[in-house]
C-alpha cells in the first residue's frame, strides 16, 4: 500500500500546482493561475485541459476584460478531495466549497469533518464521487466507520458529535444509519 507521500508525488507536479493553487484561492482564469504560479501559458494550459478531463476542475464562471470573455476555474467535488490528499488547507477550502456549493451540505460536512478523518476518509470521499457523482448518507457512514475502526479517543468522538450536529440532516442521517448498523451486528452477534 501506498503511502501519502507516495500518492503526493504520483501526481503529475504541474497538475497538482494548479490544483492547490485553485484550492487557496478560488476560481482563476488560467493566465490568473499561470501569473499566480510563475509558469508558462502553454503548459498551463494543457494541464487545464487534462485536469478537466479528468473531471477534476471545471468552468464556474466568466470573467470579463476589454469586451473579451475569460473562463474562470475552480474544482470539482471529487477536485476537492484530490485537493485535500494533496495537502489543501481543509478550513480555507471548506470556505470556499461552501460559496462554490451551497447546496452541499454532506460535501461540507465531510471537509469541517477531514481533519478528523484523515487520508482513508477522503480516498473514500473521493470514490464516491467518482462513482456516483457526489456523497450521500452512506458514504458519510463508509468514512465514519473506517475511521471508528481506528482507536479513537472520547474527545475525537465528542469533536466529531459537535461537527456533525451542524448538519441536521447528515446528522439525523448519520444517527439512523448507526442505529441500524447496530441492530443487524447485534442480529450478527447471536447468530454466533
Same mark, same amino acid.
Given at each position: 500500500m501506498?503511502t501519502p507521500e507516495?500518492r503526493?508525488?504520483?501526481?503529475p507536479p504541474?497538475?497538482?500546482?494548479?490544483?492547490l493553487?485553485?484550492?487557496k484561492?478560488?476560481a482563476q482564469?488560467i493566465?490568473?493561475?499561470?501569473?499566480?504560479?510563475n509558469?508558462?501559458?502553454?503548459?498551463?494550459?494543457i494541464?487545464?485541459?487534462?485536469?478537466e478531463?479528468?473531471g477534476?476542475?471545471k468552468?464556474?464562471?466568466?470573467?470579463?476584460y476589454?469586451?473579451?470573455?475569460y473562463?474562470?476555474?475552480w474544482?470539482t467535488?471529487?477536485?476537492?478531495?484530490?485537493?485535500l490528499?494533496?495537502?489543501?488547507n481543509?478550513?480555507?477550502?471548506?470556505?470556499?466549497t461552501?460559496k462554490?456549493y451551497p447546496?452541499?451540505?454532506? +460535501?461540507q460536512?465531510? %471537509?469541517?469533518?477531514? &481533519?478528523?478523518?484523515g487520508?482513508e476518509?477522503?480516498?473514500i470521499?473521493?470514490? =464516491?464521487?467518482q462513482?456516483?457523482g457526489?456523497l450521500d448518507?452512506?458514504?458519510?457512514?463508509?468514512?465514519?466507520f473506517a475511521h471508528?475502526?481506528?482507536d479513537?479517543s472520547?474527545q475525537?468522538?465528542k469533536? +466529531?458529535?459537535?461537527i %456533525?450536529?451542524k448538519y &441536521?440532516?447528515?446528522y439525523e442521517?448519520?444517527?439512523?444509519r448507526?442505529?441500524? =448498523?447496530n441492530?443487524?451486528?447485534t442480529?450478527?452477534e447471536?447468530?454466533i
Amino acid at each position: 500500500m501506498s503511502t501519502p507521500e507516495d500518492r503526493r508525488n504520483s501526481f503529475p507536479p504541474l497538475q497538482r500546482r494548479i490544483i492547490l493553487d485553485l484550492a487557496k484561492n478560488g476560481a482563476q482564469t488560467i493566465n490568473e493561475t499561470v501569473k499566480g504560479l510563475n509558469g508558462h501559458y502553454k503548459s498551463s494550459w494543457i494541464a487545464f485541459n487534462t485536469l478537466e478531463q479528468k473531471g477534476l476542475i471545471k468552468k464556474t464562471d466568466v470573467k470579463h476584460y476589454r469586451n473579451r470573455e475569460y473562463p474562470l476555474f475552480w474544482l470539482t467535488q471529487g477536485g476537492i478531495f484530490v485537493a485535500l490528499v494533496e495537502g489543501a488547507n481543509a478550513e480555507d477550502l471548506l470556505q470556499k466549497t461552501a460559496k462554490a456549493y451551497p447546496n452541499e451540505k454532506t +460535501l461540507q460536512c465531510c %471537509l469541517e469533518l477531514s &481533519p478528523l478523518l484523515g487520508l482513508e476518509g477522503f480516498r473514500i470521499g473521493f470514490s =464516491a464521487i467518482q462513482d456516483k457523482g457526489k456523497l450521500d448518507h452512506s458514504d458519510m457512514m463508509k468514512i465514519l466507520f473506517a475511521h471508528a475502526q481506528k482507536d479513537m479517543s472520547m474527545q475525537q468522538i465528542k469533536g +466529531l458529535i459537535e461537527i %456533525l450536529r451542524k448538519y &441536521p440532516k447528515e446528522y439525523e442521517g448519520t444517527k439512523k444509519r448507526i442505529n441500524q =448498523a447496530n441492530k443487524l451486528l447485534t442480529e450478527m452477534e447471536s447468530m454466533i
